[in-house]
Nanobody
Framework: VQLVESGGGSVQPGGSLRLSCAGS??????????LGWFRQALGKEREAVAA???????NYADSVQGRFSISQDTDKNTLYLQMNSLKPEGTAMFYC????????????????????WGQGTQVTVS
């Protein structure tokens, strides 16, 4: 399983970005996976941003609820994170991750439970 993020960059506060995470080695359509986005700002701990399971249910951190949207394109085997109304405190390295399971469940935010990680894409809001 490989995950490759893209779409990061620099944006002004209030702007938008869409991150992509291309998966290989497994298929979104026929596999049971929980797919998540995490971020880590310089000097801070990694935090969960959003996750979506094979059941289609999405989960969001309180800090991004209403501004970010997670989705997946099973034809392209790609996970997305649409980020709107970005804030300066949103500057971080963003990572996509995957773990086995039909649904993400109550521990969707637990990074330690994800088995596969991408290399990250930098988002700078300033």
């Amino acid at each position: 399983v490989q995950l490759v993020e893209s779409g990061g960059g620099s944006v002004q506060p209030g702007g938008s970005l869409r991150l992509s995470c291309a998966g290989s080695g497994f298929t979104f359509r026929y596999s049971d996976y929980c797919l998540g986005w995490f971020r880590q700002a310089l000097g801070k701990e990694r935090e969960a941003v959003a996750a979506i399971g094979s059941d289609g249910d999405a989960n969001y951190a309180d800090s991004v609820q209403g501004r970010f949207s997670i989705s997946q394109d099973t034809d392209k085997n790609t996970l997305y994170l649409q980020m709107n109304s970005l804030k300066p405190e949103g500057t971080a390295m963003f990572y996509c991750a995957a773990r086995h399971g039909w649904a993400c469940g109550g521990r969707w935010f637990a990074g330690s439970e994800y088995s596969y990680w991408g290399q990250g894409t930098q988002v700078t809001v300033s």
